[in-house]
Structures are given as structure tokens and as C-alpha cells.
T-cell receptor
Framework: DAGVIQSPRHEVTEMGQEVTLRCKPI?????LFWYRQTMMRGLELLIY????????DSGMPEDRFSAKMPNASFSTLKIQPSEPRDSAVYFC?????????FGSGTRLTVV | SQQGEEDPQALSIQEGENATMNCSYK?????LQWYRQNSGRGLVHLIL?????REKHSGRLRVTLDTSKKSSSLLITASRAADTASYFC???????????FGTGTRLQVFP
């Protein structure tokens, strides 16, 4: 198994542009989580899905953030419009039961 | 807001020594997990301890849980330079699948 696959690994974009981050969870995992990691705030849970349905999006910072999971093998996190304070590493993780498997993350820089 | 806080924030030891990291949390939990993060990488699940367990071992790792004090500790015995990483505790609530991460401990093991 290739693990949780995130793309792109790095993204540099200008303020105001739309950014889409992608995640492919491990086959058979029925829960998917999006986290954001910064030095100031640590690891923050943004949203999680169970069986492709959003369960808790209370961590999504603003309406500029949206996430979808159209099927069991794919999820996106979109930021529109992006702002410099969105710069962070965004992680996707999947699980079946206990214990998460994390992807390698997408390092987003908004200039 | 983060559920857990870890202590110390940073720890430096020599190879062969033991490393102890502590985690405190705020609300009732279903389980507590420890993860390792190498610089620039995703998090890796190390060990899980359930709320009705007091101690658990896995190789050189020993985890304790004291639910009355809402605290946990991770002991790494006979540390190696390869153990250099950040270590995070994460808690899962009683009625939710989501994990809330602590602030992390940066461990440096000198050869």
C-alpha cells in the first residue's frame, strides 16, 4: 500500500488565488481528516469525513475554506481566495478504527 | 483549541539515555495516542492506550495513563540518534472519532 497520498508536496501561490489540495486515503479506510500545522498554532483539525460524509467542520477557519469527498478514494481542500496567513503545512490522514495514517503533507506558501 | 499540552517543549539527551515526555489533557477521553514526526514529514502512529488501561509497552516505548490526573507519559528507553523527532500526544473523545493533538515535545538525541 502506498499510504496516504497528498498532492502537491509544495505550493507557492499569490494572495487572492485559489488553491486546491488533494488527498488519496488508504483503500478501505472509512475516515478522512484534514489538519493544518503551523509553528504558532500547532496541529489543528480542520474537518473530518466518515464514509465520505462531513461529520465535523468546526475547525474550518473561514468560509474561504471548503472541503469535499466525492468518493472513498479522493478528497480536496480548497482555499478561495488565499491569504498569506493561510501559509502552513496541510496534512491529510485516514483511518479505520483507531490510529491514523498521515500523508506527507502539502507545504503551502501564500505570498 | 488544542486538547493536550506537553512537557517539556524540548529535550536533549545522549544516546543510551532514557527520554520521558509528559502530556496533560482537559476532558474525558476514549483513548490517548502518541505520534512521532520527523522534520518535514507526516506523523507516524506509535502507540495507543485506552482509557481503561494504565500502562502499555511496545518495544522500547512505555506509555502510562492516569485518567484521574488527565495525564500520560511516554518513555523511550535506550534512546538512539534515530529517535530524534517531535513527539505528540493526541486524544480521542468519548463520542467522536476525531483526534486532538498536543503541542509536542522536540527530542534531540546526540550520538
Amino acid at each position: 500500500d502506498a499510504g496516504v497520498i497528498q498532492s502537491p508536496r509544495h505550493e507557492v501561490t499569490e494572495m487572492g488565488q485559489e488553491v486546491t489540495l488533494r488527498c488519496k486515503p488508504i483503500s478501505g479506510h472509512n475516515s478522512l481528516f484534514w489538519y493544518r500545522q503551523t509553528m504558532m498554532r500547532g496541529l489543528e483539525l480542520l474537518i473530518y469525513f466518515n464514509n465520505n460524509v462531513p461529520i465535523d467542520d468546526s475547525g474550518m477557519p473561514e468560509d474561504r475554506f471548503s472541503a469535499k469527498m466525492p468518493n472513498a478514494s479522493f478528497s480536496t481542500l480548497k482555499i478561495q481566495p488565499s491569504e498569506p496567513r493561510d501559509s502552513a503545512v496541510y496534512f491529510c490522514a485516514s483511518s479505520v478504527g483507531e490510529g491514523y495514517t498521515f500523508g506527507s503533507g502539502t507545504r503551502l506558501t501564500v505570498v | 483549541s488544542q486538547q493536550g499540552e506537553e512537557d517539556p517543549q524540548a529535550l536533549s539527551i545522549q544516546e543510551g539515555e532514557n527520554a520521558t515526555m509528559n502530556c496533560s489533557y482537559k476532558t474525558s477521553i476514549n483513548n490517548l495516542q502518541w505520534y512521532r514526526q520527523n522534520s518535514g514529514r507526516g506523523l507516524v502512529h506509535l502507540i495507543l492506550i485506552r482509557s481503561n488501561e494504565r500502562e502499555k509497552h511496545s518495544g522500547r516505548l512505555r506509555v502510562t495513563l492516569d485518567t484521574s490526573k488527565k495525564s500520560s507519559s511516554l518513555l523511550i528507553t535506550a534512546s538512539r540518534a534515530a529517535d530524534t523527532a517531535s513527539y505528540f500526544c493526541a486524544t480521542s473523545g468519548v463520542s467522536t472519532d476525531k483526534l486532538i493533538f498536543g503541542t509536542g515535545t522536540r527530542l534531540q538525541v546526540f550520538p
